[in-house]
T-cell receptor
Framework: AQSVTQLDSQVPVFEEAPVELRCNYSSSVSVYLFWYVQYPNQGLQLLLKYLSGSTLVKGINGFEAEFNKSQTSFHLRKPSVHISDTAEYFCAVSRYSSASKIIFGSGTRLSIRP | DTEVTQTPKHLVMGMTNKKSLKCEQHMGHRAMYWYKQKAKKPPELMFV???????INESVPSRFSPECPNSSLLNLHLHALQPEDSALYLC??????????????FGPGTRLTVL
């Protein structure tokens, strides 16, 4: 079975400050890793995904994430946030063998203060 | 076109009503999904269709009835719902179920309120 833990339910930061959203996962099988973003009153949008290769993955809107196999982590970072980054962020995993089920973390609400 | 569309955007219904949610994609995807999302929670999987056949039913009550008329369309028929069924209903699609790296593309959702 797989599980995803997002350690922070809310992260408040000032505009133009850096941010890191933490994600740890647990799985007995190989998994792919994803970060999705949900802006207010919208559906989910893929920010980035780790499939293989370089452990540093770059996504849309200036976000990047680093896969750390030994620590089973996939933390999301942005060097300078903007008001428009205010949203809910979900870390997720899916098994190598099937896309039928994505296991989502509980989400982190990123709120940007001017 | 990488868009999943959902109609209606908002729906208010009584407990005795029958209504339907509609989802459409034109990306040639062969897997389609229904999720339910309560406020401040992640989406919960309800149903998965693969090549127009129901592949997964996550023990959803029978008052929710999915239908996949063709490879581009997914419906969710609602009947005799309860107030606790009020939520955001999200549709998603992916290329197929075969590989876990196939990302899911989500629609904007239908905000359902059951009175």
């Amino acid at each position: 079975a797989q599980s995803v833990t997002q350690l922070d339910s809310q992260v408040p930061v000032f505009e133009e400050a850096p941010v890191e959203l933490r994600c740890n996962y647990s799985s007995s099988v190989s998994v792919y890793l994803f970060w999705y973003v949900q802006y207010p009153n919208q559906g989910l949008q893929l920010l980035l995904k780790y499939l293989s290769g370089s452990t540093l993955v770059k996504g849309i809107n200036g976000f990047e994430a680093e896969f750390n196999k030994s620590q089973t982590s996939f933390h999301l970072r942005k060097p300078s946030v903007h008001i428009s980054d205010t949203a809910e962020y979900f870390c997720a995993v899916s098994r190598y063998s099937s896309a039928s089920k994505i296991i989502f973390g509980s989400g982190t609400r990123l709120s940007i203060r001017p | 076109d990488t868009e999943v569309t959902q109609t209606p955007k908002h729906l208010v219904m009584g407990m005795t009503n029958k209504k339907s949610l509609k989802c459409e994609q034109h990306m040639g995807h062969r897997a389609m999904y229904w999720y339910k999302q309560k406020a401040k929670k992640p989406p919960e999987l309800m149903f998965v269709y693969s090549y127009e056949k129901l592949s997964i039913n996550e023990s959803v009550p029978s008052r929710f009835s999915p239908e996949c008329p063709n490879s581009s369309l997914l419906n969710l028929h609602l009947h005799a719902l309860q107030p606790e069924d009020s939520a955001l209903y999200l549709c998603a699609s992916s290329q197929d179920l075969g590989q876990g790296y196939n990302e899911q593309f989500f629609g904007p959702g239908t905000r359902l309120t059951v009175l």
